[in-house]
């Protein structure tokens, strides 16, 4: 069935023009001046803007945590992101067991039935040994071309730096892109024991035992490392800190093949955000921090340091002892509540991959800090060139896949839980007034959102084999 998309306006990330969109075969097949198709489904897109369906780039979905799961599966978790204009996801495999193989078969078996939308994996490496040395120039193959190392988390997740330099050079040979998560393990530890024997467990000592210089000086050590391991492309996921913008700044003014996301939350939050009666909402890592590290972000965004803003999505409930209604059945999973008499015992992460869209938009777009054209480089072309989906995904062209989103940029809302999609019991944006909002989503030609009504399924969306990503200077 072909659709014809008429009297829109295009936001791509260079150019806005008006123009006609067929879509025939999952793709986009033609864009031009009034079109015409003997037998196409006309949607009238008149006063609205049409943007290439969104990419978060840094998505947890059905993520194990302590003692429960993060509340969003693959099915949850697109459906929500689709009302918020997002058509493509990448979430993380943990290396668990096995080889890094079966770790991506076992995640594959989770998410394929489940998913609602396109996606795609990065695989965490946080055991390193000379088979997943081996194993990580069979990633490519198996469509994944980015691996995840962490800086904090010792005895978890955390690899020395002489194994992230290791990585670091066997995934440049591989083609592979290294993510690099920056916090200091060792000082978060200390800090963390030293609270808890003074008794100190309000959420507000997450953000108190995680101090933003460890994240300065991981990011710059992770640079560091990048460079020594013969400039080694690297991307510095969820930078919340002034000083991280600077490092990359720094690094890129010296010609380093690095680039960074942020994410909504460290725009807009601080840590007094912890220190309320519901402060566990805002518990993430690395945590909120100051008014000034929110500004400098922005700055980060504007001038071009920052190529991507993704969500880090990881929800809990607030109080999973109670029920919530979901698609007509209650649903009630262990959240933040676990950790009311102490803050470590607290699931780290947020709700935010339906948000992220139509937040930044009002905040970004509609304050006059972004243009619509870098809105859209941010939220998709980006991400797109970045994790090799480019111009399949993050394009309005001829050939792209028709993954689509219709935005009115007149419609006003009152935001918050009732209105986002998210598989839980809160939402950080709760009361906001948004200007700008996605009416209409299509994935590969499928309407899968209209208005407030979902025609998407568990298992539509698909598996995406990446290429090779691409360095933007
Ligand atoms: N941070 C979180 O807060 N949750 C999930 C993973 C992460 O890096
Ligand atoms: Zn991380
Ligand atoms: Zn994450």
């Known amino acids: 069935m072909a659709i014809l998309i008429k009297n829109g306006t295009l936001i791509t ?58 509340s969003d599966d693959h099915y949850t978790g697109m459906k929500a992101a689709a009302f918020g204009g997002t058509t493509t996801v990448i979430d993380f495999v943990p290396q668990d067991e096995g080889t890094l193989a079966e770790n991506i078969g076992r995640w594959r078996a989770k998410a394929d039935p489940k998913a609602a939308l396109d996606y795609g994996f990065h695989m965490n490496i946080t055991r390193f040994d000379q088979d997943v040395a081996k194993e990580i120039f069979t990633l490519p193959d198996l469509g994944i071309t980015s691996v995840k190392v962490f800086t904090a988390y010792n005895g978890r997740l955390r690899l020395p730096d002489g194994e992230i330099f290791r990585v670091m050079r066997v995934a440049k040979s591989a083609g592979i892109l290294t993510l690099v998560h920056a916090e200091n393990g060792d000082v978060i530890d200390i800090l963390v024991e030293e609270a808890l024997q003074a008794g100190n467990t309000d959420p507000i000592f997450h953000a108190k035992t995680r101090p933003a210089w460890g994240t300065v000086e991981a990011s710059l050590r992770a640079a560091a490392l990048a460079a020594q391991a013969g400039d080694a492309p690297l991307y510095l996921v969820h930078m919340n800190t002034a000083g991280e913008v600077d490092q990359l700044q ?26 309320g009666a519901d402060g566990a909402k805002w518990i993430c890592s690395p945590p909120m921090r100051t008014a000034v590290d929110n500004e400098r972000l922005w700055e980060g965004l504007e001038k071009g340091v920052i190529q991507v803003i993704s969500t880090d999505h990881c929800p809990f409930f607030f109080d999973g002892t109670q029920a919530i209604d979901y698609e007509g059945k209650p649903v009630a999973i262990p959240g933040k509540e676990l950790g009311k008499d102490d803050f470590t015992k607290i699931p780290n992460g947020l709700p935010g991959v339906g948000d992220r869209m139509p937040v930044l938009w009002t905040e970004g777009v509609g304050s006059g800090r972004l243009t619509p054209n870098q809105f859209v480089a941010l939220h998709a ?25 219709l935005w009115d940029p007149n419609k006003e809302l009152t935001y918050g839980v009732e209105v986002a999609k998210h598989r839980t019991d809160y939402n950080l944006y709760e009361g906001w007034r948004l200007k700008g909002f996605p009416v209409m989503v299509f994935l590969r030609g499928q309407k899968i959102v209209d208005g407030n009504t979902w025609y998407g399924k568990p298992g539509m969306g698909k598996f995406l084999h990446r290429g090779e990503g691409e360095i933007l200077a």
């Not at 949607?43 to 799961?69: C, W, Y």
């Open 250 to 275: 720094y690094a890129r003014e010296h010609s380093l093949n690095m680039m960074g996301e942020t994410c909504p939350q460290y725009l807009f939050f601080d840590e007094n955000d912890l220190r």
């Open 381 to 405: 072309t980006n991400p797109a060139r970045i994790f090799g989906l480019y111009p399949q995904k993050g394009s309005l062209l001829p050939g792209a896949d028709a993954d689509i989103a």
């Open 13 to 70: 990330a260079s150019e806005t023009y008006q123009a006609d969109i067929l879509i025939e075969n999952e793709k986009i097949s033609k864009i031009g001046v009034n079109l015409s198709h003997p037998s196409a489904d006309s949607v009238d897109a008149s006063g609205l803007l049409i943007l290439p369906g969104g990419i978060d780039a840094h998505v947890h979905l059905d993520l194990p945590m302590a003692d429960t799961v993060s």
